[in-house]
């Protein structure tokens, strides 16, 4: 049975700092996997998705990692903002998709 | 366009009370899912559609049954509440599996008393 794992649960950073978020899966055979952003009361915004055969994806200042060999994807947020204030989710599909219990980030201004 | 959407945004149910939950996208996507989100669970998937006329159960079926009549619709039904479905529900969409982004609505906060 595929289970997700974030770790730590909750990071609070000042304004301005690089910060990775870690995400971790027991079962390698995946289609893909996904970020995503939840604001407090609100849905999920997907943030990046890499398929199986990428090791990354990068939209602005997020990048995304995956090693699918060691279970393993990173996202790498540079220069922290405000604004980044979320619950941050990575979810794998293997025919359904599993989620992690997020992240909950906090840039303080 | 509009994206996901759900009705409606709360409600409150008594034990034993019936209801459904519409979910709607514009998109012309072929899958569309149910899941529940609880504190110290994450989400979970109750059911899905791999289409029109199609539905599966996923991780946390019992108590919940899906109609998928249109392929723009997706409604989730609960004929009898019990105090364990109060969560928030949300539905996504997808074009297919594999390599395509799943899309989120806003969220329904259900409560059983």
């Known amino acids: 049975k595929q289970e997700v794992t974030q770790i730590p649960a909750a990071l609070s950073v000042p304004e301005g700092e690089n910060l990775v978020l870690n995400c971790s899966f027991t079962d390698s055979a995946i289609y893909n996997l996904q970020w995503f952003r939840q604001d407090p009361g609100k849905g999920l915004t997907s943030l990046l998705l890499i398929q199986s055969s990428q090791r990354e994806q990068t939209s602005g200042r997020l990048n995304a990692s995956l090693d699918k060999s060691s279970g393993r994807s990173t996202l790498y947020i540079a220069a922290s903002q405000p604004g980044d204030s979320a619950t941050y989710l990575c979810?794998?599909?293997?025919?359904?998709?599993?989620f992690g219990q997020g992240t909950e980030l906090s840039v303080k201004p | 366009n509009a994206g996901v959407t759900q009705t409606p945004k709360f409600r409150v149910l008594k034990t034993g009370q019936s209801m459904t939950l519409l979910c709607a996208q514009d998109?012309?996507?072929?899958?569309m899912y149910w899941y529940r989100q609880d504190p110290g669970m994450g989400l979970r998937l109750i059911h899905y559609?791999?289409?029109?006329?199609?539905?599966a159960k996923g991780e946390v079926p019992d108590g919940y049954n899906v109609s998928r009549l249109k392929k723009q619709n997706f409604l989730l039904g609960l004929e009898s509440a019990a105090p364990s479905q109060t969560s928030v529900y949300f539905c996504?969409?997808?074009?297919?599996?594999?390599?395509?982004?799943?899309?989120f609505g806003p969220g329904t906060r259900l409560t059983v008393t």
């Open positions: 979810a794998v599909e293997g025919g359904k998709l599993i």
């Open positions: 998109m012309n996507h072929e899958y």
């Open positions: 996504a969409s997808s074009y297919s599996r594999g390599s395509y982004e799943q899309y």
């Open positions: 559609s791999v289409g029109e006329g199609t539905t």
